[in-house]
């Protein structure tokens, strides 16, 4: 790299160089050309489904190593390939694929809050009417909020275009010996003794114990951790959180605003994994749903894989050995007890009211807009305080507004202006 | 009296300086290791990690393989051919652009120069989607070719660059004898210009490979069903994956690196970067 | 017909890389600024630059304003001081060379994630450091400062050795006989840096400018892995909605015409100040 003034006198050097890495090239390409080249091995007889789902990786290994067998196993000439995509990289590959024409015989697994960038794209609809086959690849067992959302996907778009397929209860992790130690025998059930806990364990201790998901928008990981924590207390505490003004969601603002006194410093950079939401009343059903895309090649063999994934085996497989939770209630009966408590709570959680989250196209905006105009002035550069809430909100609402109006037209922005419009699908 | 105006003292100030920059430049890759190779209780683990680890072990290893084995491999391959193609195609395209180049009135090259620069300034992301879309129609979807082919452009702009600066050197009048004395246009410019640009033309090769290998906003759209190194590593460092195994892959992914930058930095010339545009 | 010339089969074997780079940079960047002023029911409108102001405000731009000049700063100082060592022959100068490279090599990724680990709060190797010396931790990812500070040293770890090569080759065209006169009428080395070293330059540190500013605009990897704040690429990778891409088509188009206005700078800067080409074609 450094030059020197006289022309180059070390050529035959540079050749032995040259040609040594000519020689370790051609041989470490062949040695991997022929076992690693990218085909998939197809015998005439096997059918290849491709599933595209975003999980984490021990899970995807065991989707790779237990479930994935056993599909294989019931049916014999079905081939899995499972493709795990990171978070968001769903939609990008489906939408890629949709508007190459080339699709291919995929089934892929979304979140449901997501779904509506698909069912909303800039090319319409590109999910594949399921409603033929729905009723032969639903288990009759599933359970109501499950049930709730196909019929509000009959209602909304006029047909079933994907089964919910796993839910999301938010749980809250505690750390039980910080508890005892500072004297609180039994978790806070309700907001304001997690408030008056959180008082007292600062006052012990001196730490600030509330953990949320705080990255907001800021430097990457998306607004949609913090926006989805925002959902969920918005809905708990019964506002309909995408009107973004209304009681309800004024009230849970104020409420965090009142628990923010005791967040974590770490809560500017917390996302997935360090705080899951706080399970009080009526608990937030969200989870991933599965499609097959619009014109996607060997249907036949996707609806098997389908069937096997919302049956109550599978169910019971994942529940049991990945804690996601099923929409098949059959996967509930005799569960080992050594894992009890997780699994109470997550009984609890689907036998009492659920909420789910409206697909709406406008979603990513919504998280921006609550993101930067609402979370971001309040509880991370403070420059708004407690008596700033209602008129952030406000404003918020009015920009979403306006938002809708300019892309979606003066009938969808007055739709809008309802706050019984898109709100939580209730059981 | 003045030829020596840097007194004996100088050379000892050349290698501390040297040391010490050199010191700097290695202890990230020194972190790297120790992490790989280090106990996760005393790296990872550890809420203070130690800076001079007492417990080596091959467990990470061990774990990310067995538990990756097949992908990582394939993942391997999946970036070394792309990284090839890519190098490949940037020099036999540069050669001839540089060529051309070398060629034209000052005033037109360096527009043209300019203009492969502008297009490294747009962002991405916004033209990774629309790329992605007519790859796909084509049916170069997943494939090692079409990823290559994206990430060109990533890295063609340099390599003109680079093999246009390494024309500067060669003086025009070699190529005028070789015409005089008989040669044909492709025997003047394959068997004279090109054993004479070879250094420059060596350096955009591994250039362009190691741009290749780094590179991941091509890579996550259009390879996902048999990613590339950098997505695997990516996917390990979010929330949903082990850091732990990200760092064994990059490990994995650096070796070659440090190997080929070696090798890079005895063909390289800053010359090479600067002349292209001098003036 | 006029006889066939050399120069036109030259020209024509420009040709597949040009068209290579227009079609495949060009036509989608001039499609994205159209987006950026459509909306999902019509065109011509400014509304995704009002939305994209009043949510994010300005401090996605103040924010990548402050990380390019501070990156650009630090690479340059560094590259200077490094050039300037190895700019004179002494023996072991190849080894320390190649070793000056390697960061280059060194995937993005890989960088964030070393430096995630040496700068976390908790298990990182930067606090064991100053506990060692008795110094109290250092909250990294607390502060606005601290976390620009780790991805700068990120960044530029990465990126100096292609600014110290530019450097490099533009220290050795100096002659040692103006050095040598400065000195003996009396010139100290600051002087004779900005003096004789740096107006003889500024051709070199334009083109290390253009090459690595255009980067430092479009810095990504890193400000997802270690920055927690607003640049103008991460806001745009916020933006960016599969059903509406118009609002982030509006964010890029920001950041493209700030690249553009840096890129005329640096060019102005150079026509100005820099020399008559020394190559005389």
Redesign the interface.
Known sequence: MVDKKTTDDDSPKKWTWIVAMVIVAVIAFSAGYFPFHSTTTSSSSTVNIEFYESVASSEAAFINNTLIPQFETEYPGIHVTFINVGSEGVSKDILALEASGHVGSIVAGQDNLEIGQLIYSSSGNVLMNLTPMAQALMPSSLIPAAANLVNYEKKVFGGVYFFPFRGNVPLVFYNKTMFSNAGIETPPGNYTQLLQDAKIIKSKTGQNAIMIQGASTNGGHTGSSTATELYQMMVQFGGNPLYLNDTGDIMAIQELYNLSSYFSPDFKTGYWGSYHGLAVGNHLLGGDVLFIPKGATNVPALESFIRFLLGAQAQRETLINLSWVAINANAYKDLPASQSVVFTALEQAIATGVFLRNPTPWITEWQVILCNDVFNPVFVTHLKGYSDIPSLLSNAHEAMYQYILTNYGQTNATLYQNPNNYAPISV | MVNEYKGPRSKYYFYIGGTVFAFIVLIPLYILVIIAFGAPSQTLGAYYPMLLPTKFTLENLHNAFTGYGLVLLSAFYKSLETAFIVASLAVLLGFHAAYGLNKMPYKYSNMILALLFFSTMIPSLTIAIPISTIFIKIGLYDSALGLALAQELVVLPLTVFLITGAFEAIPRTLEYQARVDGATFSQALYKVIFPLALPGIVSAFLLSWLMSWDEFTFAVILSPVHPTLPILIYLQSTARGDILTGTVFSLLVTIPVIILTVILSKFIRGSYLSSGLTG | MPKWR??W??????L???I???V??????I??VYGSFE???GQL?T?NYN?VI????ISPITNTFIVTASALTLQFTIAF??AS????P?R???I???????????????????????FS?????A???L??FGIH?I?W??SYWTSLLIMILADS?KNTP?VT??????M?TIP?DL???A??DGAGPISRFFYITLPNMV??I??AL??RG??E??I??L?????????L?????????????????AG?TI??GF??IF?AMV?FMRSRY??????G?
């Open positions: 050399d120069e089969t030259a020209y024509i074997l420009m597949p890389a040009i290579y780079v227009i495949l940079a060009f036509v989608p960047a499609s994205a909306t999902a029911r409108t509304y939305f009043s949510t994010f405000g001081l490094a060592l190895l700019s004179k002494f072991g100068r190849g320390y060379s190649a070793i000056f490279l390697i960061p280059f090599g060194v995937a993005t990724i890989v960088t964030g994630v070393i430096f995630h680990d040496i709060t908790f298990g990182g190797y606090n064991t450091l506990r060692s931790p909250d990812t607390g770890w292609i090569l530019v450097l490099l080759s533009g050795v040692t050095y040598s006169q000195m003996v051709s070199f334009a083109i253009m090459i255009i980067s605009f479009n990504f990897a400000a997802l892995l270690l920055f927690p704040h607003s640049l690429t991460t806001m745009t990778y916020a933006l960016w909605d599969t059903v509406n891409a118009f609002p982030a088509d890029a950041l493209l690249v553009l890129a060019m820099g020399k008559a080409n020394m190559y074609k």
